[in-house]
């Protein structure tokens, strides 16, 4: 940051300090002279149309997540998430990519270890075991390299990723300037933990549910989601900011929806959503469970109703490509590496060239898998169809074939073509469904435009 972006991030900064509310839109207006280039200049004007509104759900969100969350934690996630990730790191990674011709992320996932205390239906890490790890020296080096990149938002999986919690809060502390995030079971969450991170501020954490008692426990074993509230109710009294993912599939897809289950994670102090679609991957994985094509559809619809009624960030994996002009993996906006080193365009594509042990971030960012990725996206234009396993599985046969990236599954390599063959039938009744919806919503953006650019006109004549 050169000088006058330092003191405009001071004055932000201070800002929360006192009265944070009654000054979110000078907040606004010093993120718009932070953001170089205009790169989030829509994101921000969104922001400013839906907080500063007295008395609507996003303004009162706002108003007891200062009034509820410690103001050290919300001043890290400022600082480290919105300015240094998403604003400067935006800036430099651009830079980046135009020198090496590569995708550069804005998140970097990784699995500190493939062990896990649970063993979940569905679940690949249920697999491997703990033979995996991802020492803290190799660690430290992915995010030092990372941040050369300008990337500054960090992310675990697993495994179960607090099993190397001395790790992660030793990681936070020598990285204050990068923000944390952790998928978790919330199984090995206790006081001293707690008290660790509201004194770091700057990592947070997503609880895993799956709906209500009954539904958990079916997937993630008998008393795991007393667990999960015992944890939610710990990071709620030490005044932590937390949230919860969730897999939807097709037994459980319309109860994690449901006003009941949300509103009572809410009430527990969830900030945050992270919805996923079930996707068959690993060894002996279940295709009845995927979501249904019309399961999709509801909750396509459904995560923009939570959004415009309910007080939380609602997220869903897929269903919200249209925002991101399709697939974010690949290093696009995000990329993983799993325990062993692998570095995997996503979480869930377990392909790849090349190990993080004998290459660097960057030359694993021009890898031919990732190189095809870059070449391919989006895989769609039906934004609503941006995964290309799950929804175009040709595409995801030829990048693996065409990159000759290997299997990097840690209990039984798994065949590209097997795996296409697992959601070739779910692909094609979602873009049966998907695709009148996608037109429908691209013909109504266009007559938005058109009313929108014939009232400035109006406006202009009038002047």
């Not at 929360?16 to 000078?26: F, K």
């Not at 993983?336 to 790849?352: K, L, T, W």
Request: proline share 4%; net charge negative; with cysteine.
């Amino acid at each position: 940051m050169n000088p006058v972006q330092k003191k405009l991030t001071s004055l932000m900064l201070g800002y929360l300090a006192n009265n944070p509310m009654e000054r979110l839109a000078t907040m606004l207006d010093l993120a718009e002279k932070l953001d170089r280039g205009n790169l989030h200049g829509p994101q921000i004007r969104q922001f400013r149309e839906v907080l500063l509104e007295k008395g609507s759900v996003w303004n009162n969100f706002a108003e007891s997540l200062f009034a509820e969350v410690e103001p050290r934690c919300i001043s890290r996630l400022l600082e480290c998430f919105f300015i240094n990730a998403t604003l400067e790191g935006s800036v430099k990674g651009n830079e980046v990519m135009e020198r090496y011709d590569c995708n550069v992320p804005w998140a970097i996932l990784m699995d500190p270890t493939s062990a896990c205390n649970l063993e979940c239906i569905g679940c690949w890490a249920a697999q491997y075991g703990a033979r995996n790890n991802l020492s803290y020296e190799t660690l430290d080096s992915i995010i030092r390299q990372g941040k050369e990149l300008g990337i500054h938002f960090y992310i675990y999986s697993g495994g179960e990723p607090l099993v190397r919690k001395a790790d992660i809060l030793k990681l936070c502390e020598a990285h204050q300037d990068c923000y944390f995030f952790s998928f978790s079971n919330g199984t090995l969450v206790d006081d001293a933990f707690c008290s660790e991170l509201v004194r770091l501020g700057n990592f947070t954490m997503a609880f895993s549910v799956e709906g209500d008692e009954e539904a958990t426990d079916m997937r993630r074993g008998k008393g795991t989601y007393q667990k999960v509230l015992a944890a939610m109710a710990l990071m709620k009294k030490y005044r932590l900011p937390f949230g919860m993912s969730t897999c939807y599939h097709r037994y459980n897809t319309e109860q994690v929806g449901s006003d009941g289950f949300l509103d009572d994670m809410i009430a527990r102090g969830c900030r945050f959503a992270w919805n996923f679609t079930y996707m068959p991957v690993g060894k002996d994985a279940r295709t009845d469970m995927l979501a249904t094509a019309e399961q999709r559809a509801w909750m396509y619809r459904r995560i923009r109703e939570i959004r415009e009624t309910k007080p939380i960030f609602a997220l869903d994996f897929w269903n919200d490509g249209e925002y991101t002009e399709g697939c974010i993996a690949g290093g696009r906006r995000y990329l993983h590496i799993n325990a062993a080193g692998d570095v995997e365009p996503c979480a869930f594509i377990h392909y790849s060239n090349v190990n993080i042990h004998d290459v660097s971030l960057l030359e694993a960012l021009q890898s031919p898998i990732f190189k095809a990725y870059r070449r391919e996206q989006p895989f769609n234009d039906n934004h609503m169809r941006p995964c290309p396993l799950l929804d175009n599985p040709d595409t995801m046969y030829k990048m693996v074939k065409e990159s000759g990236a290997r299997s990097t599954d840690m209990e039984a390599p798994e065949a590209i073509d097997d795996l296409c063959v697992k959601t070739k039938d779910a692909s094609e009744k979602w873009a049966e469904k998907s695709d009148p919806i996608w037109a429908e919503h691209q013909e109504s953006k266009k007559r938005k435009k058109g009313y929108e650019t014939e009232a400035l006109s109006s406006e202009d004549a009038i002047a």
